[in-house]
């Protein structure tokens, strides 16, 4: 499984949101060079998650974006089904490969899927930015840091274990 750098990038943006004076806006390209993000890739992303009920848009000079859900209501599934249409399990038609093997692999897919979504439901941005804080600050200087676990996750995110733990 891939997490896409659409909902990377919405991760990042709704983090610094969060973390943003409750109520104030914070423009796209605020957002943008904060998170070192593409501009115009990100104002499509966050146009789609005011779209998703997840924030708020304000137009003129003090205009920007406020997140209008609470870190606690925004899950990780929530997101990729909102900017990656969820976690299709999909078998495509190969030359060669029977009916009867296909159907074998779409049901596996379709497990694997299942548990994928539901590990991602569970995940908030709450979460997210609750081992990020604590993280921040029982990290040592950028200089001395550990290089991040290699494995089957995000290089450098946490595994599953350290938010269910809560950090």
Same mark, same amino acid.
């Given at each position: ?24 806006? =914070? ?73 009867? =093997? ?66």
């Amino acid at each position: 499984m891939k997490i896409s750098r659409t909902v990377a990038y919405a991760i990042q943006a709704l983090m610094q949101l969060a973390n943003a004076e409750p109520g104030c806006t =914070t423009s796209c390209n605020s957002l943008s060079k904060r998170g070192k993000m593409p501009e115009r890739f990100l104002l499509q992303i966050l146009r789609n998650l005011v779209r998703h009920g997840m924030l708020k848009s304000v137009r003129g000079v003090e205009g920007g974006y406020v997140l209008i859900k609470s870190p606690e209501q925004i899950s990780l599934l929530s997101l990729c089904e909102a900017l990656d249409h969820g976690l299709e399990p999909v078998v495509p038609e190969v030359e060669g490969l029977s009916p009867q =093997t296909r159907d074998a692999l779409l049901g596996v897919v379709s497990k694997a899927s299942s548990a994928a979504s539901h590990e991602l439901s569970e995940i908030t941005l709450q979460d997210l930015l609750r081992h990020d804080q604590e993280h921040a600050s029982a990290s040592p200087p950028a200089s001395t840091a550990a290089p991040p676990p290699s494995g089957p996750h995000i290089a450098g995110s946490p595994q599953r274990s350290e938010f269910a733990a809560g950090g």
